[in-house]
Each structure stands twice: as C-alpha cells, then as structure tokens.
C-alpha cells in the first residue's frame, strides 16, 4: 500500500555522503564504511549532548515547578552542572557485588543501550533539498521502519532482568519483575495504537507516515491512539507517576541499585533516549514530523525541517518532565489495572473503528489513501496488475468517490468514533473515580 503515488524514491544525506566519496575517488566498500563510521560516530555524539541537555532541563525546570533554583553553581547559571556528573560518573570505582554474576552484570547495562542507541537510526528527522532533489535526514531508511522500533525497544526488557537478577540483591531482583510485567502490560496498547497509525497511512514506513499527514495531522482523527500512545510512552520509559520499579521508598533504586559508574551511566543514559526515542515517534506519528512552514526557503529547508521537528519532541519531552513534578506515584495494582482493564480496551475499540474505516474507504480513517477498485469482465486470478490501486486524494475529492453504501459505512465509522470518545471519557471517570479514597473513609466511627 505504500507505492509511488505520492513518495517518490527516496533517499538520505548519508547517502548522498557515500556518493560524495564514491565521486572523490574511494571505492564502494570503503566509501560504505566510512559513511558507517561517520553516521555512529554523529549519533553518539548528538545522544552525548542531548543528555546532558536533558538533564539540565530537568533539574532546571523541576526547579521552577517546585520554587527552587535548581543547578546554579557549576559554571554560569549552573550550566556546567551535568558535565560535571558526567565526569564524577566516568572516574567514580566500578564496584561488582561479591556473589553476583558478573557476566551478566556486566553485559545487562550494555544489551539496555545498545536497543536504544540502535532505535534513533530509523527516526527521520528532516529533509533537505539538495540541487530541487530531496533528500530526508535518516540514517537508515526502512520498509519497516514502524515494526523495527517496536521490535529493538523490546530487547532493553533483557536487559533490565539481566540487571536485576545478576545483582543478588532482592530489592534489584524485585524491581526488575515490575518493571518486566510493566513493560510487558505496556508493551500491548503501544503496538495497538500504532498499528492504528500502520493502517492509517497504509505503511510501516516512517517516510510514508509523515506524507500521509499532508493535508491533516493524525493526531485529530486519531486522537484515542494518540492518549493511549502517550500514556503508554511513559510507561515504557519508567518515567513518573510509572517509576514502580525505581520506586526509592520501597525497592532503594530497585533493578540498578548495586550499579555505579560507568555501568549506572549507561542505564542512565538508555532511559533519556528512550524518551527522546518516544517524543520522537508521537511527533512523527501523530504531528507530521518535520512537516511545517519552510520559513527559510527551499535552499534552507533541512534547517526548517530541523526546527519544527525538535520544536514538536520538545514539547513532549516538557511534558514528561512535567508529569515528573506533577503527579504523584500510583500503586503497583492501580498501574497494572489501568493497563489491562482500561488502555487495551480502548486501543482495540480505537483499532477496530480505524480498520472499519480503511476497509470501507473512510478517507478520514485512512488519509485520504483509499482503493480505486476497477473489476475485469474476466478475472484471471494469476493476473493481479491493476486489479486495485491505491491514490492518495484530499478529502472532499473521496468523499465525493464514495458510493451509496460506502457512505452509510462512512457515517457509521464517524458514529463509531464518537461513541469510543464517550466510552473513553466514561472509562476514564471510572478509572480516576476508583483511585480516589471513600469519602466515608476520614468520619470519625459512631
């Protein structure tokens, strides 16, 4: 479903590098593998700066939530806090329990961060127009690019376990169970809202997602997907009020407890990306990425891009900053209660009502990507070349496409969809309802 219609064949600058040296007179193999060294080499050092950004942004507006100053010691206006824990961190001892498994406790922080280095490899961040050719700001473009996210960030789960269970400490052995059976519970409304976005814009390819919000964001007609990504997003992440597993009252700093240095950095440093990684899939999911006002021109669009692309991921991770010094930490029971009972309910409702609308040419429900169905006199079922073409249409063009009965299909989605708001809403209120104390709890007994 992700033909040519609209995305015309792609490519990368880091593409364009490789042809760079190609044309300076390097061969192939070798040109390929400098632009290998040279695309990780930039990715480690924009994770190296976003962190340490991150963390000052944090501390410093945590501070400004809670009427504090925050870092303001270390260089002016504290800006030299992080890079100096960063440096405490690179020289502090490296110590290993005695009875732990060190093999295992030394590969878990590694097999946590290298899935979440590898994620930022798919995320296209731009496009630049180079001699009225265009070419997207990606690392490495994939078909799948949807399906590869969502399988690498499964894999740091392996590592968190491996932590725990390494550290023979039962505090750590505990944490790293929640955290488990949360990501797991988590894991689940995630795939369903984005599986939603997969049949919305007809591809798993994050390119063709972003092109499928020309004319409208996705986050309006899917909005449902977009809460339950959102909330799911944080949880993944371990992020408050979802910190069960490093929840400091009970389990001290739970599956990283016995971790300091270097290997403590690396957990450290998986967590910030993935929330980078998450910002960055609602933006190019729900908010059309890099999509907006090329304000600079066509010759300065990769900086346009560059700007409302960071501009969208940095609202989001604002907002995970903000639920830290916002909400407080819920129950271990309410977490997984609010997943089972409430988020995957509502992501298969939402997934429902989006298949519906894809089946019976909903041009809302699929961007505007709908079948052009032309039936042959004579089907031959070895011959399926123009059997059904997919065109990408505004959406007064299809729904002036649709026949009599697509329309009555189409005004039965749109109902659908109103009604899974107001289940959605009823839910919620039961949910929130459920975690507030009887208000016969306080009264003093006769």
Known sequence: MSGS???????????DFRLWLMHAGLPYELADALM??????VILIFILVLVLGLVL?????????QIRPGPNRVGPWGLLQTVADAIK???KEDIIPMNADKPTFVLAPIVMFIPALLSLVVIPLGVANINGRYSYIVAQDLDIGL??????????????????????NKYSLYGAMRSVAQLISYEVPMVLALVSVALYAGSLRLIDIIHAQQSIFALIP??????IFLIAGVAETNRAPFDLPEAESELVGGFHTEYSGMKFALFFLA??????TVSALITVCFLGGWKGPAFLGQNLLWLSSLFWFFLKVFFFLLAFIWFRGTFPRIRVDQMMHFAWKFLIPVAIFQLLIVAWGVAYRNPIMSGGYIPKISVKDIWDPKDYTGFTEFTRTSLPSALRMLNDSEMVTFLISVIGFILLILFIGGLFYRTLKGFAPSKTIFQEKP
């Open 5 to 15: 219609a609209f995305t015309p064949r792609t490519y990368t600058i880091w593409e």
């Open 36 to 41: 290998l060294i040279v695309t990780f080499t």
């Open 57 to 65: 942004l944090e501390r410093k507006f945590l501070g400004w939530l």
């Open 89 to 91: 961190l690179l020289l």
């Open 147 to 168: 399906a590869y996210l969502l399988a690498i960030s499964s894999v740091g789960v392996i590592g968190i376990i491996m932590g725990g269970w390494a550290s023979n």
């Open 222 to 227: 899917l909005f449902p997907a977009f809460i």
């Open 271 to 276: 967590e910030y990306i993935n929330m980078f």
